[in-house]
């Protein structure tokens, strides 16, 4: 079962193997295992999907299959339509705990619950003899029509990162190898195999590459995921810049890289940027680099690295396996039942219609389909055949026994249909109406985007039909993510359910009854309409190529920085009870490049019933050298409180997580001045804030050439200094003249060069010139580097 193996002991196997071997040892065997090498008595290993539920498809892991037997079963998940129901999707998958997907999950900004979710689906996958789970995912949900957006956590990447850490490390330490995924900008489905996403290299440092690193730092996944996409043109399996400088040099990670199924379309290409296992098997794939080894076109050495590597997971995973493992599903149903509950989302409680006083009511009117068939989880190779689903309507009927309660499909209301005067009678003499939306099943998941912020075709008009009948409308939604929202004035409730997996049912029903209040929180921005969505006018793409063309400014950050209002902001959720915050304070006034910053501050519940608040604090900086967002998320605390009671909130932030990434000086940078830092409910509800000063280099605004403006050159008085005394140097002036001089620069509109050479003549050549912005720009590198 176990494998112990020296590290010289592996090196030798991997001096032993044929080219054909190492070959193999590099490539799948199947669908879902790597390949044995019972010469050198190598073992193999077992993967399978998902991020939030462990898909084992008895078919394809334990059956014996041809090559186009185990791609026609592969495509048959990815592209199953969950509407004909997950029996006949999954047919002989095995039953496991379907838990709450990512956009639910990261709602309620619990990294202890992602940890017990990572010890949860490591137990299922060792009771299944699973090495590896191919998960997290955690690309930006840069926009909410993105098909996968279900699987993923935020728009955010801290709070990404922090969510995907806290997963790994339940999954690893208890075993089971994760698989950090999709590495990198897999945000759209559309011709998600071929489009390059075209991203400017600050978006791509501080956005989307920002959670995977913090990911990789504090939680080292055995295996990082390549993405099936183009990243600036080149295939991100095939990326040398993407998989070995950044991944490898950077970040220093020393784990194996895996293709997606068959994210590869050059092998070759793959081993020499750094991907190490072809998944799934392919023989051709495989002869392409048996050839290319020995033709020379992939060196040996970069062939013997992948082989180290994989044989080095292999050795790791083997003496974690816990033989006869065993899984306790109704202790795991009961977890999923709990995450649900602290990941809804309370997004509007008109006149307190919530919580439902179930020994008052008298009659409920249950509408829409999805109460009695939830929508529990997006479409794809992620999807888990549940061991059991609460239903909403049975959890409602449990909790409110003595109340009157009917139920009405959507048809009920259809005009002129017989049903149609009675449903709506019904409607109109209820006390609560409760309205299940969803968006559309079965479209919206892997292989496609949606098209539309809109539920599922008429339930946006029904909604709107049924609050002109009733003053007292609950809507709770089924979606992957954002929707919009047309009827939300004629509504009093609204309650955000996501994917929330298969204990999503129960949860429901006690935040409805007050069974448990409500303390989820978005992790991504809700638009008004589709068209407010950064980057909708370069969405999905065009010949091939996405151009991610609100850089920077994707989520909250284009939100702010426009002034524009979102139907509900990053960061918001309602509680059953209130919360006040005071006394902030820092543990320092003055930090630099090295320093941890201490943020405290006292959370109040001023409510009736005890809650939790997730308390958000953010940086926003004060005149930037580049252009940055109005304030960006950099810690939370999630704290419960009873009535009365107050609780001091601490958030650590690393001054690390407070720079910007210069493409021009290729540097992460940290702008000398002032840094604020707000606390508060949202990111549109700061409620306190604290300002510090921070120690840093005073830079140029960009790297200095000879066409620069002299204002460039002028605007710090470190360059300032070296500038004037060039000028006394080169020209002979007294300190005087030298000032004078730099007075008439400084209103130039031309290049520096020009400027100067315009009153001196040739007494300053191009080459002095150039020579002496060389040397200031390698100094004031230096300076920074030294600062960092």
């Known amino acids: 079962m176990s494998w112990n193996v020296s590290d010289r002991q592996l090196a030798a196997l991997v001096a032993e193997m044929t080219v054909e071997e190492k070959a193999a040892a590099v490539s799948g065997h199947g669908l879902w295992r790597t390949a044995a090498n019972y010469r050198l008595n190598i073992p193999e290993l077992l993967m399978t999907d998902g991020t939030y539920g462990v898909r084992y498809s008895i078919d394809q892991i334990d059956g014996m299959q041809d090559d186009d037997g185990q791609l026609a079963a592969f495509l048959g998940v990815v592209n199953t339509d969950l509407s004909t129901g997950v029996e006949s999707a999954f047919g002989s998958t095995r039953p496991a705990t379907c838990f709450p997907n990512g956009s639910s999950l990261a709602c309620s900004w619990d990294v202890g619950l992602a940890h017990e979710l990572g010890e949860a689906l490591a137990a299922e996958c060792q009771a299944f003899g699973v090495n590896i789970l191919l998960g997290p995912g955690i690309n930006i949900r ?97 990326s040398h810049w993407l998989l070995t400088e950044v991944l490898r040099h950077e970040w220093s990670y020393d784990g194996v890289v895996v293709s997606d199924w068959h994210g590869i379309k050059d092998r070759p290409a793959s081993v020499n940027a750094g991907n190490d296992l072809d998944m799934p098997e392919s023989g051709a794939r495989k002869q392409e680099l048996i050839d290319a080894v020995k033709d020379g076109r992939v060196p040996a050495e970069a062939l013997d690295r ?100 009917s139920f009405h499909g959507a048809t009920d209301f259809e005009a002129g249909s017989p049903s149609e005067q009675s449903a709506l009678a019904a409607v109109e003499a209820a006390d609560v109406v409760l309205f299940f939306g969803n968006t559309e099943v079965g479209y919206d998941g892997e292989g496609s985007d949606r098209t539309h912020l809109s539920l599922h075709a008429g339930q946006d008009e029904l909604i709107g039909r049924l609050g002109r009948h009733s003053g007292k409308i609950v809507v709770i939604l089924f979606a992957p993510d954002a929707v919009a929202m047309p009827w939300i004035d004629g509504v009093q409730a609204v309650i955000a359910a996501f994917f929330g997996g298969q204990g999503v049912g129960k949860a429901i029903a006690d935040v409805l009854f007050g069974k448990q209040n409500p303390c989820g929180k978005l992790t991504v921005t809700f638009p008004v309409q589709k068209e407010d969505i950064p980057g909708y006018l370069t969405y999905p793409g065009e010949n091939g190529r996405h151009v991610y063309s609100e850089g920077i400014h994707v989520g909250y950050r284009h939100y702010d920085k426009r002034k524009l209002a979102p139907l509900f902001p990053f960061g918001f959720g309602l509680s059953y009870s209130t919360f006040e915050y005071s006394n902030i304070s820092t543990s320092a006034d003055r930090i630099d490049a090295s320093s941890t910053l201490r943020i405290a501050f006292d959370v109040t519940n001023t409510g009736g019933v005890a809650g939790k608040e997730i308390a958000q604090v953010y940086a926003r900086p004060h005149n930037s050298r580049l252009i940055r967002p109005i304030r960006e998320l950099k810690g939370f605390a999630k704290v419960e409180l009873r009535p009365g009671e107050t609780k001091r909130v601490e958030v650590t932030i690393d001054s690390r997580d407070l720079r910007y990434y210069d493409p021009a000086y290729r540097q992460w940078l940290l702008d000398a001045g002032r840094i604020t830092f707000e606390a508060g409910a949202s990111s549109r509800d700061i409620r306190l804030e604290k300002t510090v000063e921070v120690a840093a280099p005073a830079l140029p605004s960009t790297i200095l050439d000879l066409e620069s403006q002299p204002y460039l050159v002028l605007e710090q008085d470190f360059a300032r200094r070296r500038f004037h005394d060039f000028l006394k140097a080169q020209l002979d002036l007294d300190d005087e003249e030298a000032g004078r001089m730099m007075e008439y620069c400084a209103s130039s509109f031309l290049g520096i060069y020009k400027t100067v050479s315009w009153v001196a003549g040739e007494k300053i050549s191009k080459a002095a010139m150039a020579s002496f912005l060389d040397n200031l720009n390698k100094e004031i590198g230096e300076t920074v580097s030294k600062a960092a």
């Open 142 to 238: 840069r926009t909410p029509l993105a098909g996968r957006s279900y699987e993923y956590y935020s728009e955010d990447p801290m709070l990404s990162g922090e969510v995907a850490a806290a997963v790994i490390n339940g999954l690893q330490q208890n075993g089971v190898g994760a698989s950090l995924k999709h590495f990198a900008c897999n945000n759209s489905e559309v011709q998600r195999t071929t489009m390059s996403s075209v991203v400017e290299e600050r978006a791509l440092r501080e956005v989307y590459l920002a959670g995977f690193e913090r990911a990789i730092r504090k939680g080292n996944p055995w295996t990082v995921m390549s993405s099936y996409n183009r990243l600036n043109d080149v295939q991100a399996a095939e």
């Open 306 to 405: 992948s082989c180290l590597r994989i044989l080095k997971l292999v050795r790791t995973a083997r003496n974690a396996i816990r033989p006869n493992a065993e899984v306790d599903f109704k202790k795991h149903h009961a977890l999923s039942r709990r995450m649900a509950a602290e990941s809804i989302v309370l997004l509007k409680n008109e006149t307190a219609v919530l919580p439902v006083d179930a020994a008052k009511v008298g009659k409920i009117a249950v509408v829409g389909a999805a109460a009695v068939e939830p929508v529990i989880q997006g479409s794809g190779c992620a999807t888990t055949r549940p061991t059991e689903v609460d239903i909403p309507l049975d959890e409602i009927r449990r909790l409110a026994p003595n109340a009157a309660i």
